[in-house]
């Protein structure tokens, strides 16, 4: 129990310097490091994760975990967030967003609110995640390509960042790791599709229709509350500067294209990642410009554009990132979520019941640490003999865990996908919580309801 109170304590802290206006990166680094001083200092287990070695000695351990982050985060999600973020640098750089947005406005002057756009953006990015499972990964795709759009046709940068932070906010894409680990959880072996299929999707397909319509209404709301009224952008509003033709609309979504038509969904032999994708992407588009201006030198000039893209990314997203890994990490390794679970696995109430408290102790988690995978893989080791012991069907009690962890984590400040469209929108990661929050939490009610009704009486398998 005194994991749990030091956690609190140190979480209270950090939410109220951040709020108070000091930068979040040195304060969540600090808040990690006395996290991990306190589990040394009381012997409540490594600082170390598996497969990092020891400097050999113990109070500098914390600063080894630090560097490991550092390496890991910079080389990984970090380049991926510069590469992306410098792809669209070079797509507002050669007028190809706002050849979007000029070919968008045509169709769209019919819409009588631009906030329907909200809904269908949401739908379009929540299938994306069937080829793309990463939620981070997604959203920083989107921010590189949909989010200049969303812009450019008149939407509030909170709203569209809202939007596309929850791309991933409920789930039902068999490649992801939860689905696996669930499938294997309630005894259906290997067969990842069929769960998804006959259990996890159809309440998460009608829980993706309700959080799509709650953001309609909650980002309206935001956006009135700050003075921001919304428009559909006209033709003359975005002119065309810089001549370029109609096809040049296509280019922003060249990433996306290639993301679904390469990934495991439709070929399973060609393994292309994101980086890799947007420098094949800007190669092409780079060919195209040369054969439009005929003047490479001009070009050449125009890759820099790409270049400042990456490093804007890099100074704003990337330390942030790592500290907020450094204080998930210490908020792990003192125990606090071990003793959320014993906590919950001993509360002796009702099969449903039961299931709200996991969902509820698992989101917490999920906001407090920024993961979805770390609490529901933590968790969902109990259910299925919690489950058996009462007689009732372990997907009634695993669902809405599942749905809660990928929730949680679009709600939560020190997430990677709410640091990733915090920074590319230059909003604070508390601003783009409280447009997630609400169409989020209206989603979860929503979806454990569901699960009581129809979930619950299924009988338990074997």
């Known amino acids: 129990m005194i994991q749990v109170i030091i956690a609190l304590v140190v979480i209270v802290i950090v939410a109220r310097l951040i709020l108070k206006g000091y930068k979040a990166e040195p304060v969540l680094f600090a808040a990690g490091l006395i996290l991990m001083i306190c589990t040394m200092a009381f012997d409540w287990g490594s600082v170390l994760p598996k497969g990092l070695q020891s400097t050999g000695i113990s109070f500098f351990d914390p600063f080894e975990v630090m560097r490991n982050l550092f390496s890991t985060r910079a080389a990984d999600l970090g380049l991926m967030i510069m590469a992306l973020m410098g792809f669209a640098h070079y797509m507002d750089y050669i007028g190809a967003n706002k050849a979007v947005v000029r070919v968008a406005t045509r169709p769209l002057k019919k819409l009588r609110s631009p906030y329907i ?11 994306l995640q069937l080829a793309i499972p990463s939620a981070t990964g997604l959203a920083v795709l989107l921010m590189g390509t949909m989010f200049p759009i969303m ?3 008149g939407l509030s940068p909170a709203s569209a960042a809202g939007v596309i932070a929850t791309s991933l906010g409920v789930a039902y894409t068999p490649m992801a790791v939860d689905a696996i680990r669930a499938t294997d959880a309630v005894g259906m072996g290997k067969d990842v599709v069929g769960y998804v299929i006959g259990y996890q999707g159809p309440a998460a397909v009608a829980t993706v229709l309700v959080v799509g319509i709650a953001h309609i209404f909650w980002q309206r709301h935001c956006d009135r509350k700050i003075g921001f009224v ?16 109609g096809f040049y609309a296509l280019l922003p979504m060249l990433p996306i294209v290639m993301a679904i038509v390469f990934s495991k969904l439709f070929v399973k032999d060609i393994n292309l990642d994101v980086v890799t994708i947007v420098l094949i992407c800007m190669f092409v588009c780079m060919v195209i410009e040369t054969l439009r201006l005929r003047n490479f030198k001009q070009v050449c000039e125009g890759f820099s554009q790409f270049l400042k893209g990456m490093g804007s990314a890099f100074t704003g997203v990337v330390g942030l990132l790592v500290a907020a890994g450094v204080f998930a990490h210490g908020i792990k390794v003192i125990g606090a979520i071990d003793q959320l679970i014993i906590m919950a696995e001993h509360v002796g109430l009702p099969p449903f019941a039961m299931a709200i408290v996991f969902a509820i102790v698992t989101l917490a988690a999920a906001v407090i640490m920024g993961s979805g995978n770390a609490p529901f893989l933590a968790f969902v080791e109990l259910i299925p003999q919690i489950a058996h012991s009462m007689g009732v069907n372990p997907t009634g009690m695993i669902l809405p865990m599942q749905q809660a962890s990928h929730m949680g984590r679009a709600m939560s400040p020190v997430s990677g996908v709410v640091i990733a469209v915090s920074s590319g929108a230059k909003l604070s990661p508390f601003d783009v919580v409280k447009r997630t929050s609400i169409p989020l939490l209206i989603g979860l009610v929503f979806h454990t309801l569901i699960i009581g009704m129809f979930y619950m009486s299924i009988p338990a398998f074997g």
């Open 230 to 245: 919304a428009e559909i952008a006209t033709e003359e509003a975005v002119g065309d500067e810089k001549g370029v033709p």
């Open 151 to 153: 812009i450019g046709l």
């Open 117 to 127: 756009l909200l809904f269908f953006s949401f739908l379009l990015a929540s299938v």
